[in-house]
């Protein structure tokens, strides 16, 4: 038996390199084109993968052709992250720079059904939730604003990181709260005081309007105002 077993993989192992010798020779010039296209394709499936719905766009047509106005896409950080060739994986924006790039001054990004802004450096920032409010109404005079408005960044490098540990906590002023975390919510409205040392500093109103089966959601904004950028004081 233990014969007839040697003898089988002798004959098997002879195809399989008899095989091997009469294949036609590697073409490493073919593959990296063959890598090339695909990387493209998903360049551009990604692209469509993070456009708002096109319903979406058409039903806040009007709004979007006031100034300062925008809508977008923003997907689950913890699904999308590394999965994608897009640096950030959707899961970041930045509301100045209107793009999704990770590491362009983003604004707020989406982990497990959480909003979050303040990533690196001295980036923070606070939100605060509105509940189901049009967007509309939501403008500088609206109460939520007066703490944002007046909110003070930091200049020397321990007061800015005091500043960045008290977003972990928040704030509580009248009756609204301000956080560097809120839960993300369909039909619910938002403020967001973004503050990029350096870079940017400024006040956004956003409402949710989609939650799709991935997680991810779709976002309608506005500018209300944008601060002087503050810059850090080395010690």
């Known amino acids: 038996m233990?014969?007839?077993?040697?003898?089988?993989?002798?004959?098997l192992l002879s195809l399989i390199f008899g095989i091997a010798a009469f294949a036609?020779?590697?073409?490493?010039?073919?593959?990296?084109?063959?890598?090339?296209?695909?990387y493209a394709q998903l360049q551009e499936k990604e692209k469509l993968l993070i456009l708002p719905a096109a319903e979406d766009q058409a039903k806040f047509a009007e709004f979007l052709s006031q100034p300062d106005t925008g809508i977008f896409r923003l997907m689950p950080r913890e699904r999308y992250e590394g999965r994608m060739?897009?640096?950030?994986?959707?899961s970041f924006y930045s509301f100045t720079r209107q793009t999704h790039e990770f590491?362009?001054?983003?604004?707020?990004?989406?982990?497990?059904?959480?909003f979050?802004?303040?990533?690196?450096?001295?980036?923070?920032?606070?939100?605060?939730?509105?509940?189901?409010?049009?967007?509309e109404s939501v403008t500088?005079?609206?109460?939520?604003?007066?703490?944002?408005?007046?909110?003070?960044?930091a200049g020397k490098e321990a007061d800015i990181r005091q500043q960045q540990q008290r977003t972990h906590?928040?704030?509580?002023?009248?009756?609204?709260?301000y956080s560097r975390y809120a839960v993300a919510s369909p039909n619910t409205a938002y403020l967001l005081r973004s503050i990029n040392y350096s870079g940017s500093d400024i006040l956004i109103a956003f409402r949710v309007i989609r939650r799709?089966?991935?997680?991810?959601?779709?976002?309608?904004?506005?500018?209300?105002?944008?601060f002087p950028a503050p810059v850090a004081e080395r010690n």
């Not at 590491?103 to 959480?114: A, E, M, R, V, Y």
């Not at 799709?212 to 944008?226: E, Q, R, T």
Request: proline share 5%.
């Open 85 to 90: 060739y897009l640096r950030g994986g959707g």
């Open 140 to 153: 500088l005079a609206h109460p939520a604003n007066k703490f944002l408005m007046d909110y003070a960044p």
């Open 2 to 11: 233990r014969r007839t077993l040697t003898a089988f993989f002798v004959i």
């Open 103 to 114: 590491g362009q001054g983003s604004d707020i990004t989406l982990s497990q059904g959480k």
């Open 212 to 226: 799709d089966i991935d997680g991810s959601v779709v976002i309608l904004w506005k500018k209300l105002k944008v």
């Open 24 to 38: 036609p020779p590697f073409d490493r010039n073919k593959l990296v084109k063959e890598v090339e296209a695909l």
């Open 116 to 135: 979050d802004v303040g990533f690196a450096g001295y980036e923070h920032g606070l939100i605060s939730i509105l509940g189901d409010t049009p967007l």
């Open 169 to 177: 906590s928040g704030y509580k002023a009248g009756e609204f709260t």
